[in-house]
């Protein structure tokens, strides 16, 4: 278990039995590999994310920004990347896409990124930026996450007391229902992070949104489909933004660093353009999905020395995520197609 590194000038806290809950999770997220992966047949698949909706090939591109205070680590300068973006469910075990309260996963890897890491364990080229389809999260920190993780594998008295502590954040997950097409979705960070001096939080939008329109006729899969459908017709271009955590006396309530489930109000703060992604037309390559993008480590861990994670739910995905993609390697005997051989 990491020892828990507090950023207290910028907000950070340490949430009464935080340390307990940690190795809960460690003992929990054993349970669902041994119920749900071990000796069964078919691959072990990711803890939480597991049903991918597609893996398509992308650049990131910064842009010539003018915000002094945001350039720092990859945004300090124009570049241009090559990137991996997974579309995901938000859940545990692969479930169908009908379901009306489940999330959207969109994670970027952004390739080349040489800058030192901010854990020196970490050995990829590579930044992660991971999303969701709502502007904040479901849990408030990890005493609610917690009772999630409890409800994924538990009975019915499990999922009630995961309802009731997870009620705000709930609701914005039946805002994000019915989903439209991943490609044409608007996705938050909901995590914060130290970039500088200042703690910021990531967003990204369609660069040309359509019309909302969900498909008739709604099948177990057809987020899948949606996302086949648009990306081998035609190109998918994302603005990437930041926003500034204002500090004017109201940041405790209305920007918290601790609280994941208060959404950051985007009139108080106005996101900044700092960034673009573009997905250009391709074929939806089943074999690279299985065989390379399903193996590889996505955690807002995986960042530079300049672009730290906060907040208690930042921490325990710190756990979650190392944990998990180790036993998931562990039990396909595979290793990450990314990590260099002194890792």
């Not at 009464?16 to 929990?28: K, S």
């Not at 990890?142 to 538990?154: C, E, H, N, T, W």
Request: net charge neutral; glycine share 6%.
């Amino acid at each position: 278990m990491p020892a828990l590194e507090l950023d207290t000038a910028i907000g950070e806290y340490l949430i009464p039995g935080e340390e307990e809950i940690l190795r809960d999770f460690v003992g929990l997220f054993t349970k669902h590999f041994e119920k749900h992966y071990a000796g069964k047949d078919g691959p072990a698949r990711r803890a939480i994310h597991a049903k991918s909706h597609g893996c398509l090939r992308a650049t990131f591109s910064v842009l010539d920004h003018s915000e002094n205070d945001l350039k720092h680590g990859i945004f300090s300068e124009p570049a241009t990347y090559q990137a991996i973006v997974r579309i995901s469910n938000g859940d545990g075990p692969p479930g169908a896409d009908t379901d009306k309260i489940a999330s959207v996963g969109f994670a970027i890897k952004v390739l080349g990124v040489s800058a030192e890491k901010y854990l020196p364990a970490q050995r990829e080229d590579s930044q992660d930026f991971l999303f969701l389809n709502q502007p904040a999260y479901i849990s408030a920190d990890v005493r609610d996450y917690r009772s999630l993780m409890r409800a994924i594998d538990g009975g019915p008295m499990a999922k009630v007391i995961a309802l009731m502590r997870n009620l705000r954040g709930i609701r914005y997950r039946l805002k994000a229902s019915p989903k439209d097409n991943p490609l044409n979705t608007s996705f938050w960070g909901v995590a914060p992070f130290r970039l500088g001096e200042i703690a910021v939080k990531y967003l990204i939008r369609p660069s040309n949104p359509e019309p909302k329109r969900q498909p008739v006729g709604l099948t177990n899969d057809y987020l899948s489909t949606l996302v086949k459908e648009r990306i081998e017709q035609r190109e998918a271009n994302f603005e990437f933004f930041l926003q500034r955590r204002m500090l004017d006396g109201t940041e405790k309530q209305k920007m918290p660093i601790e609280d994941y489930s208060v959404a950051w109000d985007e009139t108080h703060s106005v996101p900044v353009p700092v960034a673009r992604l573009s997905i250009p037309m391709q074929p939806v390559d089943a074999r690279f999905d299985q065989e390379q993008a399903e193996h590889l480590i996505f955690s807002p861990w995986n960042t530079t020395k300049d672009f730290r994670p906060l907040g208690s739910l930042n921490r325990a995905r710190r756990v979650v995520y190392e944990f998990s993609a180790q036993r998931r390697h562990e039990l396909n005997k595979t290793t990450n197609p990314l990590s260099s051989p002194q890792n």
